[in-house]
């Protein structure tokens, strides 16, 4: 999964020789490969230093563990469709599927379907399903062939099963090797040192022999477990609700103002638990219940998670006093439906709310006000060329750092300047430009030789004649996303005799083989 994982993000061939290493005890431990570094000879848990003994032509590249554990993590929430009970174990998942199999269309239609779905996610599975979790994890593991293996018993109540059922599974699990019972590498070892180099070895040797040899009980615990003499209970993973209070009232409610005072008794309620939890909201709903069994519901997005009672109320007010009761309200809900951390921090010294926070309301009072497609922020884009090089994007749905940084922008360029959000970086630095034009409109430039500087140019039906000029500076085609006639710019700073500012580019070059005379165009405006 590590290796499906990178190789999702990796601009690198399939065929290279890979492994993703961890720090151990004694340097770098191989911690996946690829399937080319594994025929040259690496192994997980081998050091890298004896790993490029055999082949020094292996590239190293550090894995990320922690991001590995956070996608199981979604994978096991998202592996709630087959199951209610889901444990994480490393990089796979447990799932009790008691009774659960014949809406899938039996053991195997469940499989399968788990099967297409992790294809599906560009994740290679290995499937098991049997009597207990043991048996499962030891066929998905160590089995050869990745085909599903299916349990082969009939369900029955209890833990183990009686003499003569599950002979099937018993077959498969006899010629796992040990390994397959989760032992400790020392005892993995002894066994094999002992000619035991097979469960079902394991299970023909007789149950005394193998306490009094090994004394911790572990060999015989395991076998246990793998057959299912000894229960071994799932754990499901936390699953913690989303902050949520309710309210309920002892008659129906049928006038218009009562979502609105419900909100106000709500929202403390909604506060303190978003306090105790330390979260912050990003997206709140208020659901009214009526008496005939219908919802009403009110929801509203913050640019920035809070959980500041005034500022929320004030979003959802509006929005709640519009609920219709119809035939009346008998209850409510308020949840924050989505959250982020949100610590507990001091934004000055003395009692004022900071520039962030004062932007961020801002933004979400204007978005409950004229709609998230209304309110909008600039967005960088990954372009060199300056007309693509920002977009725009819902102001709401911008990340916690756009506030500050509008902030600290509006400060730096002083009161007077109007301004709607920071520019980008690759045009500020170009031509700190207050306004670029949308689209670059074109002009006729006269100049004295093909390759020289512009002297008097016409925009807009106006002569303008140059009195300074700085550059040329070469923006080269973006040649991935445009066609192969696409021509360079060079870009000249200008300015006229009544001293106003442009940003002016030649398109191509004379006899450059892409097109006839170079074009001009104007592209900005500047002070």
Known sequence: MAIERWAKSSDLPPDTPVILTVEGTHGPVIHAVTRAAAERGARPGARVTDARALDPTLIALPADPEGDKALVERLARWAGRWSPLVEMDGDGLKLDVTGVAHLFGGEEGLAADMDRRFAGLGLTSRIAIAPNAAAAWALARFRKTLTPTLSRTREREGPAAEPGEGEGILVELSSLPVAALRLDADTVLTLQRLGLKTVGALLAMPRLALARRFKDGAVVDALDRITGRTPEPLIAIA????????????EPATHVGTAAQALERLIP??????????????QLALTGFRVDGSTATADVATSI????????????ADKAAALDPEYG??????????????GIAQTSLVEEVSAESEVARLVDRLTVKLGPERVRRPERQESHLPERASGWAAAVNSSPAFAGEVAREARRRGPSTSFAGPLPLEIEGRINSHRLLDRPEAIQVIYATPEGMPRRFVWRRAVHDIARVEGPERIAPEWWRQPSTARLRDY???????GRRYWIYREGLAGDGRGGLPNWFIHGLFG
Not at 305 to 316: G, M, T, V, Y
Not at 492 to 498: F, I, K, P, S
């Open 329 to 342: 309200f008998d209850g409510f809900a308020l949840e924050a439906r989505w959250t982020e951390p949100l």
């Open 492 to 498: 000249y700073r200008v300015e006229d005799a009544q």
């Open 269 to 282: 309620g909604l506060v303190a638990e978003l306090e105790q939890r330390r979260l912050g909201a990003r």
């Open 305 to 316: 998670a809070s959980r500041e009672p005034n500022h929320l109320h004030r979003l959802l």
């Open 239 to 250: 699953n913690e609700r989303p902050p949520r209070v309710t309210l309920r009232l002892e």
